[in-house]
């Protein structure tokens, strides 16, 4: 089972600051079948990028996914107010799918 | 638009089992891709339960394999979830989902429900 650990923990940042978040896989990720979910508190998780870097439909060009193998980048290029939420990876491989633990964006 | 509506009982009694239904709207499960079940616990972070194709092919979260079974009813268009021996560590929102492209596991989500495990 690939295990998925997220970096940091939390990220405290000012709108209109660039966001890092990564994603770093145990082993290697099969076909790059890695996404990205924002989720904000009472709401189910939303489908950002999908394949490690496409956008999903209707997202954003500021967000963007990078990456391969093992190692695995989402970019925020210029922070909304409304981007503020918690990040979770996820990866597909061997039936089986796994999240990070998540990084939460807060308002620095 | 694909839609996604969960439900079931919100409170199960512990050693019983949990079930939970999701409700298609806007998409034939019999067309493809795969439906998964997501839970949540109170302040935690995300973790996939298993997923289903309308075939009946099945994978579950080891971790779990053991106390869930998944089935799926394309007349109804609908699909279940049920986790047996449920403790408190079960109680969690439980989510329903579409497979997305490239196998992201959610690529569209019900709104989630809480089920609580209590006595």
């Known amino acids: 089972e690939i295990v998925l650990t997220q970096s940091p923990g939390t990220l405290p940042l000012s709108p209109g600051e660039r966001a890092t978040l990564s994603c770093r896989a145990s082993q290697s990720v099969t076909n790059n079948y890695l996404a990205w979910y924002q989720q904000k508190p009472g709401q189910a998780p939303r489908l950002l990028i999908y394949?490690?870097?496409s956008r999903a439909t209707g997202i954003p060009d500021r967000f963007s996914g990078s990456g391969s193998g093992t190692d695995f980048t989402l970019t925020i290029s210029r922070l909304e107010p409304e981007d503020f939420a918690v990040y979770y990876c996820?990866?597909?491989?061997?039936?089986?799918?796994?999240f990070g633990q998540g990084t939460k964006v807060e308002i620095k | 638009q694909v839609h996604l509506q969960e439900s079931g009982p919100g409170l199960v009694k512990p050693s019983e089992t949990l079930s939970l239904t999701c409700t298609v709207s806007g998409y034939s499960i019999s067309s493809g891709y795969y439906w998964g079940w997501i839970r949540q616990s109170p302040g935690k972070g995300l973790e996939w339960i298993a997923s289903?194709?309308?075939?009946?092919?099945?994978y579950y979260n080891p971790s779990l394999k053991s106390r869930v079974t998944m089935s799926v009813d394309t007349s109804k268009n609908q699909f279940s979830l049920k986790v047996n021996s449920v403790t408190a560590a079960d109680t969690a929102v439980y989510y329903c989902?579409?497979?997305?492209?490239?196998?992201?596991?959610?690529?569209?989500w019900g709104q989630g429900m809480l089920v609580t495990v209590s006595s």
């Open positions: 394949g490690a870097s």
């Open positions: 996820e990866q597909y491989g061997s039936s089986l799918w796994t």
């Open positions: 989902a579409r497979e997305g492209q490239a196998a992201a596991v959610g690529g569209y």
């Open positions: 289903i194709r309308h075939s009946g092919d099945t």
